[in-house]
């Protein structure tokens, strides 16, 4: 499967972006998700994680309450909703899937596929 992000951009703080995960083939409902990010200097870190239904979302505490992670599997695409962006929010963010018949949620290692990542900046 391939996987495209867009909707990265340049936002001021507090503001809000829609990323966008774009897959191809019909087999993108086979597939758990996950959303990361990586700032220059750090390794990627897990910004959530949605089930191949979209029924359970998972979402660390650096991000809870701000991030909102769908999916449209008629679409073959999923969504990660960002609000009260922060300064420290600025990363390259990847969308990244697994399958298999347990869900590493926030396991880098464990996902096969990786998109190439868009750029979201967050201005003070």
């Known amino acids: 499967v391939q996987l495209v992000e867009s909707g990265g951009g340049l936002v001021q703080a507090g503001g809000s972006l829609r990323l966008s995960c774009a897959a191809s083939?019909?087999?993108?409902?086979?597939?758990?998700m996950g959303w990361f990010r990586q700032a220059p200097g750090k390794e990627r870190e897990f910004v959530g994680a949605?089930?191949?239904?979209?029924?359970?979302?998972y979402y660390p505490d650096s991000v809870k309450g701000r991030f909102t992670i769908s999916r449209d599997n008629a679409k073959y695409t999923a969504y990660l909703q960002m609000n009260s962006l922060k300064p420290e929010d600025t990363a390259v963010y990847y969308c990244?899937?697994?399958?298999?018949?347990?869900?590493?949620?926030?396991?880098?290692?464990?996902?096969?596929?990786w998109g190439q990542g868009t750029q979201v900046t967050v201005s003070s």
């Open positions: 990244a899937v697994q399958s298999g018949s347990s869900w590493y949620r926030d396991n880098v290692s464990k996902y096969s596929y």
């Open positions: 083939g019909r087999t993108f409902s086979s597939y758990d």
């Open positions: 949605i089930s191949r239904s979209g029924g359970t979302t």
